[in-house]
């Protein structure tokens, strides 16, 4: 059974920080690449960052290129956003997924906001 399961969350002040960690299990994690998206409501889903299974693979939505840092432990089987300026449009609920659109987090809410 896959799981993945976020945490990290919680409230920031603008220009604050957060790390989101993903912990995933029942996956050849080494094998898989993974992702992060977020989705306010009435909107899409939206890709925020993605890595491939080894790391050399990143990419970034527009909107979080130079503030966020996607990253990836094989051996813990762990994917980390590290989310840096954090601005009130960041206010989302964060999902981790695999490459694949296969499997995905329960989600994990991130709020901005003074």
């Known amino acids: 059974q896959v799981q993945l399961v976020e945490s990290g969350g919680g409230l920031v002040q603008p220009g604050g920080s957060l790390r989101l960690s993903c912990a995933a299990s029942?996956?050849?994690?080494?094998?898989?690449?993974m992702g992060w998206h977020r989705q306010t409501p009435g909107k899409q889903r939206e890709l925020v960052a993605r890595?491939?299974?080894?790391?050399?693979?990143?990419e970034y939505a527009d909107s979080v290129k130079g503030r966020f840092t996607i990253s990836r432990d094989n051996a813990e089987s762990m994917v980390y956003l590290q989310m840096n300026s954090l601005k009130p449009e960041d206010t989302a609920v964060y999902y981790c997924?695999?490459?694949?659109?296969?499997?995905w987090g329960q989600g994990t809410q991130v709020t901005v906001s003074s």
């Open positions: 890595i491939s299974n080894r790391g050399g693979n990143i």
């Open positions: 997924s695999t490459w694949d659109l296969a499997y």
């Open positions: 029942g996956i050849i994690f080494s094998r898989s690449g």
